[in-house]
Nanobody, 128 residues
């Protein structure tokens, strides 16, 4: 059974940091690009960042560039999202996702339609 389980969300003050984790089971994470999306109340799900299966390419949304960093540990079947300098507008449910494409080492994605697996989400709230 395929599962993506996010953790690490919570309440943080503006300017603070959080590190999200996404643990995969039921498939080999190392053969797929992985990404993070987020959805704020009343808004559509939006792309945050993606990383290729080979770890060689990353793609960031302009809104998080320079503040967020994605990484992966294929041996642990886990993807991470380090979020620094958090702003109130970063408040959302953050979802981990896995690419539909299998084995394309340098590929990254940006659209939710390109994702095959999703986690249940973890809430991030940035507020003083």
């Amino acid at each position: 059974q395929v599962q993506l389980v996010e953790s690490g969300g919570g309440l943080v003050q503006p300017g603070g940091s959080l590190r999200l984790s996404c643990a995969a089971s039921g498939f080999t994470l190392g053969y797929r690009a992985m990404g993070w999306f987020r959805q704020a109340p009343g808004k559509e799900r939006e792309f945050v960042v993606a990383i290729s299966a080979s770890n060689s390419n990353t793609l960031y949304a302009d809104s998080v560039k320079g503040r967020f960093t994605i990484s992966r540990d294929n041996a642990k079947n886990t993807v991470y999202l380090q979020m620094n300098s958090l702003k109130p507008e970063d408040t959302a449910i953050y979802y981990c996702s896995a690419d539909r494409s299998y084995g394309s080492s340098g590929r990254v994605f940006k659209s939710p339609d390109e994702c095959e697996y999703w986690g249940q989400g973890t809430q991030v709230t940035v507020s003083s």
